[in-house]
């Protein structure tokens, strides 16, 4: 179950004073992060900008992990008031912001998305398993004579992965470490299916750094090539290059349906019906992470974070949705939205 809602940490009257002179000299919302949640906080920074007294918010993609070495930085006008992320803060960013004053975190869940395994249409659609999709990316694997123990990635083409699949080279076009994107790729769909085999499970139990290590490590001999933060730019590669894969968030699949198609992984496809129901195996949560301290001080955060919690805006209805973001049962958008509202301090 995934842990959600706002979460609150201490420190707003101590930093208050320090940042509000600085901060005085910026009067619109400054956003940095994840590419997946990109386009759904420019759909809400323009919606929010035309229809209320406040500036459009400045959006910058930079990927999860780099938005939040920015945002951790510190508190003032020089440093982003959120960031947005494709999956939850990890516990050395959260020390990172401690560390550097940003003591007072607001945490949003706002949906899901699911992470698109895709090649162009003008080739066959793929019926993957994640231990198809872990045996062709992982830089060590487990030995093919069937002894517990790696070997450096053997396998070229598809066909040597799985019998049933095509004798087309292994070519992957994915997102930097940086990305959240590829942060949630690795946790669900390589140790996925790094944990089918009983022995590399158990190492989990006995030695979890070199469980990690063999199950999210991919590998560096080509088959993967890190193409940036840009999804867009993949789906236009892929288009051009029918060999290839890519791995994006589920929005960008939905967007570009006429070039480009997910892969059925263990027997379902990319939908939007497959990621609600959790059905489809490479999904994870969005955020977005707001500096309390900016509250108050930049103008227009709180009716921002009113326009992105709208039943309008993230609702089963709501023009997010259209855009390919999944929104959350009703329960938990209410519970998040009174949380947002109230700014209420969550207990972990």
């Known amino acids: 179950m995934i842990k959600t809602a706002v979460m609150v940490f201490s420190g707003l009257v101590a930093y208050m004073p320090l940042m509000a002179p600085a901060n ?28 209320s007294k406040f500036k459009t918010p400045k959006i910058e993609s930079t990927g999860s992990g780099g938005g939040m070495k920015l945002f951790c930085n510190g508190i003032g006008s020089q440093y982003p008031d959120v960031t947005n992320a494709s999956r939850r803060i990890k516990e050395n960013e959260y020390k990172m912001c401690l560390e550097n004053g940003v003591t007072d975190i ?3 869940l706002i949906g899901y998305d699911g ?4 090649n162009s249409r003008k080739s066959q659609q793929y019926v993957l398993s994640r231990k198809d999709i872990y045996l062709a990316l992982a830089k060590d694997v487990p030995n093919p004579d069937g002894s517990e123990s790696f070997v450096p990635n053997p396998y070229q083409t598809w066909k040597d992965v799985n019998a049933v699949l095509p004798a087309t080279k292994i070519e992957v076009l994915g997102p930097p470490p940086t990305s959240g994107t590829r942060d949630a790729f690795v946790e669900l769909a390589l140790e996925g ?10 190492m989990k139990k006995v030695d979890k750094p070199a469980y990690k290590a063999r199950c999210h490590t ?23 290059n029918p060999s290839a894969f890519g791995v994006f968030g589920f929005s960008f699949l939905d967007q570009n349906s006429d070039k480009v198609q997910g892969s059925k992984v263990e027997g379902f496809a990319p939908t939007f019906e497959s990621i609600a129901s959790g059905d489809y195996s490479i999904s994870r949560p969005l955020y977005f992470y707001v500096k309390k301290a900016h509250v108050g001080v930049v103008p227009g955060i709180v009716e921002y974070l009113r326009e992105f919690t709208a039943d309008s805006t993230w609702g089963d209805e709501g023009y997010l949705a259209d855009k390919g973001m999944i929104p959350l049962d009703d329960a938990k958008r209410k519970a998040i939205r009174k949380s947002v509202r109230k700014l209420q301090r969550l207990q972990l």
Not at 33 to 46: I, K, L, N, Q, W
């Open 24 to 51: 005085a000299e910026r009067d619109y919302i400054e956003v940095v992060g994840s590419s997946t949640v990109y386009p759904f906080a420019t759909a809400v920074a323009e919606k929010f900008g035309k229809g």
């Open 106 to 108: 607001i945490e949003v």
């Open 115 to 118: 992470i698109a395994f895709a």
């Open 193 to 202: 299916g790094c944990k089918s085999f009983g022995w590399i499970k158990a």
């Open 218 to 240: 991919i590998r560096e001999d080509g088959a993967f090539i890190e193409a940036g933060e840009n999804d867009n730019l993949i789906v236009n590669k892929l288009h051009a």
